[in-house]
């Protein structure tokens, strides 16, 4: 444990230090070993056997045969795996440096053969096989002999693959370790995303001493993001609060007859949209009240169901679309964000079409006008809060450019997307997607 604790209390740099000396150190062992085994190119026990008992057997039948009948005590004594050539005055090959250690395993296990001046040699071009050979008998003829060794095989394709393998199982256990040092790296990352997005998740404190620091600093952050979005909100709320109370006293002392009627209702103009732009704030700002939990709600029922306010009122508004469709989601901010879109289209469009459809494990809301639309360079820029497009619409508005960013903020909070795009036929389609399943 004591071990564990310590490597715990490594810097990143040390740990990643070591995953590097680690992975060094196994590459070299590992190679020193291959490359020896290369180097010295020894074959199986059982091969150096056979080869020695081969030589020795074939020497003894020739040196004790008939000069005349050499050759065909050669010929008999040849197989497809061992073969023999009789040669008087035969050039002989250099022995291959790399066959060294088998020769010393031949003649180990064949000791007269240490008199013979043998030597062993790779085929450049394997016929009869793929070691050669050959040795001085009594007489000081030369045997010449070709045979095949399964260790040969591995000097060219086994010799690669032992080569690769190794290096293969590196790579992998050194992104293992890599990916192991790095996890509470990831951690953060994800964490970060959700920023601003609701009550501050803390992102549990590990890995070394670097990491914990700036997690420890991201969580504090956190803390501090949070607590200055509850203030904005709170003080905002409390404002348009306070300012509601002298409009509704202007209002009453509005009622008093001395008040001309035209300059009566030109305040009360004023107040009533001063009460809007009140009540506009105010639904932007607490947009983000996180700290109501979400709820299972018929998205098909609510959408419908203020489309058929809409209609009653006389508007040109038209559902199609799913029955039903359920999700877990914050009733009170998507439906002002529908109702939002829906009088957004009904104001600059003349009419409102709303759709509903099941996308995969999201439900896709559309909802389309014939209005004239936004500029395609405009359509960021509506998205923005206290942004108005007046000169882009075909009269003037009130308010103060909030609509859209409240509907926006409110898609968000559930993890879903707003799309705002002109329809090719002429007017504005705003499409939202949001997770079926509560995220």
């Excluded at 020695?52 to 008939?66: G, P, Q, T």
């Excluded at 949209?273 to 018929?298: C, H």
């Excluded at 820029?381 to 075909?394: C, E, G, I, N, Y």
Aim: aromatic residues 4%; glycine residues 8%.
């Amino acid at each position: 444990m004591r071990r564990f604790r310590l490597f715990r209390r490594f810097g990143l740099p040390e740990r990643l230090i070591a995953v590097l000396l680690l992975v060094f150190v196994i590459d070299v062992i590992c190679n020193t070993v291959l490359f020896e085994r290369a180097n010295t190119f020894e074959l199986r026990r059982d091969d150096a056997q056979r080869i020695a008992e081969n030589l020795v057997l074939a020497s003894r039948a020739i040196d004790h045969a008939k000069t005349d009948d050499r050759q065909i005590v050669t010929s008999a004594l040849s197989t497809a795996q061992f073969s023999l050539r009789l040669s008087e005055q035969g050039k002989r090959y250099r022995g291959s440096l790399g066959l060294a250690n088998l020769r010393a395993q031949v003649i180990e296990m064949a000791p007269e053969l240490a008199h013979s001046d043998l030597e062993l040699h790779l085929e450049s071009i394997p016929r009869d096989g793929n070691i050669g050979g050959s040795l001085r008998l009594a007489d000081g003829a030369v045997l010449d002999f070709r045979t095949h060794a399964r260790s040969a095989w591995k000097l060219s394709i086994g010799r690669f693959a032992s080569l690769v393998l190794p290096t293969l199982l590196l790579i992998s256990l050194a992104w293992l370790l890599l990916r192991a040092a790095l996890h509470p790296l990831r951690s953060l990352i994800r964490a970060t995303r959700n920023f601003g997005a609701g009550p501050p998740r803390l992102v549990p404190e590990r890995g070394p001493d670097e990491m914990r620091e700036l997690i420890r600093a991201m969580n504090e952050m956190q803390e501090r993001i949070h607590q200055s979005l509850l203030d904005r909100t709170h003080t905002m709320l409390a404002i348009g609060h306070d300012l509601k109370t002298p409009l509704a006293r202007m209002r009453l002392r509005l009622d008093d007859g001395d008040v001309d009627p035209v300059v009566r209702d030109g305040i009360n103009h004023d107040i009533d949209e001063m009460r809007m732009l009140l009540d506009s704030i105010q639904a932007y700002v607490d947009t983000g009240g996180t700290q109501i939990p979400a709820e299972r709600i018929d998205l098909a029922i609510m959408a419908e169901t203020l489309v058929d306010t809409a209609a009653d009122r006389g508007a040109d508004a038209t559902y199609s679309g799913l029955p039903s469709l359920e999700i877990m989601a914050r009733p009170v901010s998507i439906r002002r964000a529908l109702s939002n879109l829906i009088e957004n289209a009904l104001h600059y469009g003349g009419n409102v079409r709303v759709g509903l459809r099941r996308d995969g494990g999201a439900a896709e809301i559309t909802v389309d006008d014939d209005g004239p639309g936004i500029p395609e360079e405009r359509i960021t820029d509506a998205l923005q809060p206290f942004v108005r497009l007046d000169t882009a619409r075909a009269r003037d508005t009130a308010g103060m450019g909030l609509g859209l960013p409240i509907v926006r903020k409110a898609v968000r909070l559930e993890g879903g997307t707003l799309d705002l795009r002109n329809r090719p036929e002429g007017g504005l389609r705003a499409t939202i997607r949001l997770p079926i399943v509560a995220h």
